[in-house]
């Protein structure tokens, strides 16, 4: 056994409804999960000790969106995107075409220094989709590599219908559901699909979901980013743990999700990055909808590794207030990944812990763009 004294913190935000935010308090955890929390002044000893230093102490964020495995870059639709030109460049095509010609060490490396990226800005989980492969061996290849960094893996064979299938649409579907899904399962806890304008409709969503969890995956669903796609019913009809994007969403299919237990997540960085409208979290959080953010990193339309920067985003042009918008960072994507043993606090949860070089938390999104995250604890490492 062997205790950690977190102490000096000026504020801990718990996410746990008994513990709450604290100021002046102390946290230790033991083996790796969180064992007290309370005044720093009645806290117990413990092996080793950590100075906050009077900042402030979150929980790890949760990352229950990211692209993050692939090769090559997306600079050229980038400038174009803000020349002005239309989305017209290479798009995920020419991701695809890099991913598939790159070796395993290069994809790994690559993966590495992504991951490194991603705890110095305190996430501490992370979710990984395939879908630049788009074929029966890459696809399962990136499963592979993906699960040698997070157990969150998602099998993201429906992201488009590659070039070779542009006229045979159906036998891409059977191909997905078929020797793809069987060659990619072992390496994947979920499925989604890309259910929007120019990707796939709901019906063939609604089949390729269905073969998935036939083969033991849980579905997760891209809907509602470029238009009302149906994306959203689809999610709450099939239970899904969470519907991402949510861009375009009615009060009808607000009241949808907040009856049923699917997260809407939303994707600040992506609206940021494609100069798109932004969605009004408010209304969301009005009709009582359980709701996550996350980074939705990727090449093409969100190279943001900065939960941080995203939480600003949140704030500023979502209309998050910053409480929200770190619950969502955190509990809401524990949530939308059906985990209760992170993304809080409470005594039990992993010690996954972020110390901030700020005295609260409204800090990450007041200050975009300074690293404000000074020190990263993961329970599990
Ligand atoms: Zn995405």
Redesign the pocket.
């Known amino acids: 056994m062997s205790s950690t004294l977190i102490t000096n913190i000026g504020q801990l935000v718990t996410n746990d409804p008994d513990l709450g935010t604290l100021t002046n308090a102390a946290l230790i955890y033991t083996d790796g999960k969180i064992s007290w929390a309370g005044a720093k002044s009645s806290a117990p000893s413990a092996d080793e000790r950590i100075d906050a230093d009077g900042g402030s102490v979150i929980p790890g964020f949760v990352d229950s ?1 990211t ?1 993050a495995i692939f090769a090559g870059d997306r600079l050229n639709d980038f400038l174009a995107r803000m020349n002005g030109t239309k989305y017209a460049s290479g798009g995920i095509k020419t991701t695809v075409e890099a991913t598939r010609a790159a070796s395993d060490e290069s994809l790994r490396n690559h993966l590495e220094n992504v991951v490194t990226e991603f705890i110095e800005h305190g996430i501490t989980t992370f979710e990984i989709k395939s879908g630049y492969g788009l074929d029966v061996e890459t696809e399962s290849r990136l499963l592979r590599l993906a699960k040698e960094f997070t157990e969150e893996t998602t099998f993201l064979g429906a992201h488009v219908i590659p070039s070779e299938f542009a006229n045979d649409r159906r036998g891409y579907i059977d191909l997905v559901k078929g020797s793809m899904l069987e060659a990619a399962a072992p390496f994947a806890k979920w499925i989604d699909v890309f259910c929007d304008n120019g990707a796939f409709t709901r019906d063939e969503a609604k089949e390729i979901l269905t073969a998935g969890v036939a083969k033991g995956l849980r579905g997760r669903l ?1 809907g509602n980013q470029l238009g009302d796609t149906g994306g959203i019913e689809l999610a709450v009809e099939m239970k899904l743990a969470s519907v ?1 994007h949510c861009t375009y969403a009615t009060d009808s299919q607000l009241d949808l999700l907040a009856a049923s237990g699917t997260v809407a997540t939303l994707l600040p960085g992506a609206e940021f990055s494609t100069r798109s409208p932004y969605p009004d979290a408010s209304r969301f959080f009005e009709k009582g909808v359980k709701v996550a953010i996350a980074t ?1 990193f ?1 090449p093409g339309s969100s190279y943001i590794a900065s939960m941080p920067f995203v939480i600003s985003i949140a704030v500023r042009d979502m209309y998050f207030t910053p409480e929200q918008a770190l619950r969502a960072a955190t509990l809401g994507g524990a949530q939308a990944l059906g985990r209760s043993d992170i993304g809080h606090l409470g005594i039990g949860a992993r010690a996954d812990i972020v110390l901030l070089e700020a005295p609260s938390f409204e800090y990450l999104a007041y200050r975009p763009g300074s690293q404000l995250v000074k020190q990263v604890l993961v329970g599990n490492l």
């Open positions: 969106h692209h891209h991402d939705d990727n």
